[in-house]
């Protein structure tokens, strides 16, 4: 069974950086475009950046600038580097494959808590 596991995530104040990681079993990574998204309290859960297998990339327009997706050489893990956070970046964070909007069970996600 495929899963997800996101780490990372933290309480910081406005203006500070957390890195992200989602481990993820298998080759999925590899095989899949990637994706991390986020869900606020009371919100719908949104994509946030986007790493294609070849390694091009996207970010919503809120992120754009700040937030940097990556994948390493095993490809067994995504990353989502993001600096200059706003308390509006406040949301668990999760990863899963872009297509489909996720095609794999959600995993519990990581909890990015942005002081103002």
């Known amino acids: 069974q495929v899963q997800l596991v996101e780490s990372g995530g933290g309480l910081v104040q406005a203006g500070g950086s957390l890195r992200l990681s989602c481990a993820a079993s298998g080759s999925i990574v590899s095989i899949n475009n990637m994706a991390w998204y986020r869900q606020a309290p009371g919100k719908r859960r949104e994509l946030v950046a986007a790493?294609?297998?070849?390694?091009?990339?996207n970010y919503a327009d809120s992120v754009k600038g700040r937030f940097t997706i990556s994948r390493d050489n095993a490809k067994t893990t995504v990353y989502l580097q993001m600096n200059s956070l706003k308390p509006e970046d406040t949301a668990v964070y999760y990863c899963n494959t872009l297509d489909y909007g996720g095609t794999y069970a959600w995993g519990q996600g990581t909890q990015v808590t942005v002081s103002s």
């Open positions: 790493i294609t297998r070849t390694g091009s990339t």
